[in-house]
């Protein structure tokens, strides 16, 4: 990589990084704005990703208000919580077989389901992919770049969960750090880190 390229990754690192500000009253009303556009086109459940203090509230409310009282809000718990096996009933969804996926994809004959450890998984896998989203250690903080090594040129990387939260360990943030302080050092692999919803990293194999 050369040293241009290299400056140019660590500036959007940097800019990514800097503090920001979130006008609260503006993305309520966004938020609650694409809540009832959803619910108009036929949404029976809403989901909002934004993970902003009272945000639930504010677009039950905007549901209410546009006669959409039948329209669910999906809350999104984290699965860490206690609250998250009352949230999966609700849902009729178990995510250790993949059942809303199967749900939505399981007539496709492109989509073989796997479930299985990741890490484990990475071992065995042939390839080449199109596309990954990790979602867990392996693949991002673990065995990168035996994941990279299984993506075909053109196809996209991404991983979620980089903006710092209360619930991580101690130990976590220097884990995050690393992760995106390696991206521009990787090579063949274009990486955009994005502050929007939980932390996004879209890249591309070139």
Not at 44 to 63: E, F, K, Y
Not at 123 to 136: I, L, S
Not at 149 to 162: C, I, T
Request: with cysteine; charged share 25%; aromatic share 8%.
């Amino acid at each position: 990589m050369g040293r241009d390229q290299r400056a140019r990754g660590e500036a959007r690192l940097a800019r990514w990084r800097a503090p920001c500000t979130i006008d609260l009253d503006a993305a309520y009303a966004l938020m609650a704005a694409m809540a009832v556009q959803h619910a108009d086109a036929g949404a029976d459940v809403v989901s909002t990703t934004a993970m902003l203090d009272g945000l639930i509230r504010v677009v039950r409310a905007a549901l209410d208000e546009a006669g959409h009282r039948d329209v669910g809000v999906n809350p999104n718990l984290a699965i860490h919580t206690g609250l998250y096996g009352p949230f999966k009933a609700l849902m009729v969804t178990d995510p250790r077989s993949g059942h809303r996926a199967r749900h939505h994809l399981g007539a496709d004959p492109r989509v073989e389901f796997v479930t299985a450890d990741a890490d484990a998984w990475l071992t065995v896998a042939a390839g080449p992919y199109d596309f990954a989203y990790v979602d867990c250690r392996p693949g991002k903080y673990l065995r990168l770049d035996d994941l990279l090594a299984l993506l075909s040129p053109g196809a996209l990387y991404v991983v979620d969960d980089m903006l710092p939260r209360v619930t991580w360990s101690d130990d976590h943030q220097p884990r995050v750090d690393g992760f995106l302080e390696r991206l521009p050092e990787v090579a063949n692999f274009r990486a955009t880190p994005m502050r929007w919803a939980s932390g996004l990293v879209v890249a591309a194999r070139l």
